[in-house]
Structures are given as structure tokens and as C-alpha cells.
């Protein structure tokens, strides 16, 4: 029984065997998404630049899945498996979004553009960043003092 | 056809089957499948990064775009297309693999390992030259060129998200090597025995996958 299955599947497998030229001819298509996606994106068109950029990621990325991972000759496990983690991976990024762009203003961070709050000092001198925010004692001269944050 | 499975000894090159499987087939199956499901919780893993760069560039436009402007578009741009080609010869692999063809197995693995070790010097290069003028995350970030709310952030994105990916880079190359050795030395792989190549390509792709969404998000836009 075991050696009929072999050459069942072997026959099945030359079935499914198609020539190299897809893969080449997919690999052009990627490169040619890439050339559009670096012009478009110096463009830096104001609206929807990031919606183009993530159009043609999503385009390129469905065709290594479907071609060079073979996802097209597979049958329903594999693509339920990736398809059901693509809709996790939209949930998760979607309702953070929705919960940064409702909320209470003076919760989102100081400094960023849904807070009215000023941006906090985190130390990002040219001198205190490099020792990780602590300052060296012979440099403190050149780096302004710190205000306490009840100061301002 | 040069398969293997008409040899002299005709079970040489068969993989051997586990006595839960009823086929050949079945064990196949069962294998792509556990590869989907484990490249489905790498997905969700960089999927944490995702969510970081999408809430924080939603907070910090401005830091996003200075930030994304620092990068180096042009070594970024080839390393997009180095690693596209490595997939390329990834999934030839496989292709030849199907064919028994041993030797081509080997020799398109040996350029996607090359091609990988191009795409690690190019981003050491990228890392060196943040390193030097201070473009570090957080409290380390010393550039006075770019003072702006979130900018560190950006850069904290940056490291965590390139450099996970880049660990990724350095398994698939593991893996991608042990397959290129066996193609070498065993030449066992041919139509009924190309899991090995099938599912270390399969990972590979994910690495190029990951790559095709950060490169954007990162270097354009």
C-alpha cells in the first residue's frame, strides 16, 4: 500500500509541477512594484501616500504568498490559517487606532498632536544622549539645566 | 527525469512515513500545515511591532515623516530588491528540488545565502551610520538636526523592527544552509522528498514577506 501511495504522489506531485517561468515572471512584477512604490513615495503625496504604500505592500505580499509559498495549489487548512491571522492582525492594529482618536485629550501623550500638553524633556541633548540621559560631570556646563517638572 | 524514487535501491530517497499517518500525503499535509501555523504566530509577533508604529505615528505625524526622511532611501531600496531575489532563488529551490535535480537545489540556496549576507552588510552599514550622528531610541538619541515630540519613538520603532526582523534573517539563513548541505552531500531530495526545501523556502518567504511591509512603512512614508 505504502509504496502505491509513493508513486500516486509522485504522479500528482509532476501534475502540480508547472516550468520556472512564473516564478521569474512574478519576481519582475515585484521589482516593478518596488520602482513604483519609491517614486511614489518620494513624492510624498499628502493624503494618501500611506494608503498607496500599503496598497502595493499588500499587492506584493499576496504574490510571494500565492506563488512563491504556493498558497494557490493549497487546499483549505493553509489558507484559513493565514487568511484568519491577516483579520487578527487588522483588529489589533484597528481598535488601538480608534482608541487613541476618541479618547479623553489630556490622556493621549504630551507633545503628540491629540494632546494640548507640552512634550516632556527626555534628555535628547547632544551631550546627555549619548551617556543614555545621565550627564557626565565635566560636561554639564555645556548642557542647560534640566527644569523640574513643576517648574514650567 | 533524473527522480530518484527509480533507482537502484528504490527507497532511497523516500522520507520515511510515521505509523499515525494513513499516506505519504497526509504526512505532507500535516507538516505544511503546522509550517502555516507557526508562520501565522510569526506574523502576530511582528504584528505587535505593527501596531507600535501604527499608534505612535497616529500620535506623532511630524516624527514620523522627519524620521522617515533621515533613512537612506537608496540602500533601503536595494536591500528591497536583494531580498525579493533571494526569494527568487528560494523558490527555484523548491522547484528543482520537485525535479531531484540535487546540484541546482544546492547552487540556489548558496546565492539566496549570499544575497542574505549582502542584505546584513548593507544594514550594518545603515545601523554604523545611526550609531555615529545619534538617530539611537530613546534617552540614547543624541541628533540635534531633528528635535521634535516622538522622534525617539520613531527610532525605538526603527531598532525593535529592523533588528527583529534581522534576527529573522539570521534563522532563515540557518536553516536555508542545513538544506543547502544535505542538496550537497545526501542528494536525497527529489519529487517525493522536497518537504525540507519546500517548508525552509516557505520561512524564507515570510522573512522577504515581512521585509515587502517594512520597507514602506519605515523608509517612505
Request: one cysteine or more; aromatic letters at 12%; proline letters at 4%.
Amino acid at each position: 500500500m505504502a509504496i502505491a501511495n509513493e508513486s500516486h504522489q509522485e504522479e500528482k506531485n509532476m501534475h502540480e509541477h508547472h516550468g520556472a517561468g512564473r516564478y521569474w515572471l512574478i519576481w519582475g512584477v515585484l521589482l516593478v512594484l518596488t520602482v513604483v512604490t519609491v517614486v511614489t513615495g518620494r513624492m510624498h503625496l499628502p493624503n494618501f501616500g500611506l494608503l498607496l504604500a500599503l496598497v502595493i505592500a499588500t499587492v506584493k505580499g499576496t504574490l510571494v504568498a500565492l506563488y512563491f509559498m504556493h498558497l494557490s495549489e493549497h487546499r483549505g487548512a493553509n489558507r484559513i490559517v493565514f487568511g484568519v491571522s491577516i483579520v487578527f492582525v487588522v483588529l489589533m492594529l484597528v481598535i488601538p487606532l480608534a482608541d487613541f482618536g476618541t479618547r479623553f485629550r489630556g490622556a493621549n501623550p504630551p507633545g503628540s498632536q491629540y494632546s494640548d500638553l507640552q512634550p516632556p524633556d527626555i534628555g535628547t541633548g547632544a551631550q546627555r544622549g549619548r551617556f543614555g540621559g545621565g550627564l557626565r560631570p565635566n560636561q554639564t556646563k555645556d548642557t542647560p539645566e534640566t527644569p523640574e517638572p513643576g517648574h514650567h | 527525469m533524473q527522480s530518484s524514487a527509480h533507482t537502484a535501491d528504490g527507497t532511497a530517497n523516500v522520507p520515511r512515513l510515521a505509523a499515525h499517518f494513513a499516506s505519504l500525503e497526509v504526512q505532507n499535509h500535516a507538516a505544511r500545515l503546522g509550517m502555516w501555523l507557526f508562520l501565522a504566530t510569526e506574523i502576530l509577533l511582528f504584528a505587535g511591532l505593527f501596531v507600535c508604529y501604527g499608534c505612535y505615528r497616529f500620535l506623532f505625524p511630524e516624527a514620523w515623516a522627519a524620521g522617515s526622511r533621515s533613512l537612506d532611501l537608496f540602500w533601503g531600496t536595494v536591500n528591497t530588491i536583494v531580498l525579493i531575489t533571494s526569494s527568487l532563488t528560494a523558490a527555484l529551490a523548491v522547484h528543482y528540488a520537485k525535479e531531484g535535480k540535487n546540484k541546482m537545489v544546492g547552487v540556489m540556496f548558496a546565492l539566496t545565502l549570499v544575497m542574505a549576507m549582502g542584505f546584513l552588510v548593507i544594514k550594518y552599514f545603515e545601523y554604523h551610520h545611526k550609531f555615529e550622528i545619534g538617530t539611537l531610541p530613546g534617552r540614547y538619541y543624541f541628533y540635534e538636526g531633528m528635535q521634535l515630540p516622538g522622534i525617539t519613538l520613531y527610532f525605538t520603532v526603527y531598532f525593535c523592527s529592523t533588528a527583529l526582523h534581522a534576527l529573522h534573517v539570521v534563522i532563515g539563513m540557518t536553516v536555508l544552509a542545513v538544506a543547502m548541505v544535505r542538496a550537497f552531500t545526501k542528494k536525497d531530495f527529489g519529487p517525493n522528498n522536497y518537504t525540507m526545501v519546500e517548508l525552509g523556502s516557505m520561512y524564507w518567504h515570510l522573512v522577504d514577506l515581512v521585509w515587502i511591509f517594512l520597507f514602506p512603512m519605515l523608509y517612505l512614508v
